[in-house]
């Protein structure tokens, strides 16, 4: 509980209200229940280049709401990924130099906590631009 003064009445005296406490939107965080690495030939010696790529599927929580992301990115190849929470869904492809996103996200908490969590599986609002590959 939080006493906030809202102003003065008609007699000049200060006025207070006792409110809950409202949350910092941060405050709230994902919680993973489950990992699980899809690649069978994962190597942190080859998973930039060399098919050792790290491809996890996680099962999240936020709010007692389960969620999974699931990432199929490829290294050096680029990125590609699938975020679904609460009837939400997020899908992200920069594989072969070509930007896919869908995004159906709504909720900003869930958006700021899970980007906080997962930094470099983001939920974006517009693709990010990546740069072209040089042809030899």
């Not at 919680?31 to 996680?58: A, L, M, W």
């Not at 190849?77 to 492809?93: A, N, P, V």
Request: charged fraction near 30%; proline fraction near 6%.
């Amino acid at each position: 509980m939080k006493t906030t003064f809202v102003g003065y009445d008609e007699n000049n005296l200060p006025c207070f209200e006792t409110v809950e406490d409202k949350k910092d939107d941060l405050l709230e965080e994902v919680v993973e229940i489950r990992r699980e690495q899809t690649n069978p030939f994962y190597s942190k010696e080859t998973c930039h280049n060399g098919g050792g790529y790290d491809q996890p599927s996680i099962e999240f929580e936020f709010n007692g709401i389960a969620g999974n992301l699931e990432d199929d990115s490829c290294g050096d190849y680029g990125s590609s990924y699938d975020i679904e929470w609460d009837h939400q869904y997020f899908h992200y492809d920069d594989i072969e130099n070509e930007v896919e996103v869908d995004n159906t996200f709504t909720d900003t908490d869930f958006i700021k906590a899970f980007n906080k969590a997962y930094p470099n599986t983001p939920i974006t609002p517009q693709p990010a631009v990546k740069p072209a590959k040089e042809k030899k």
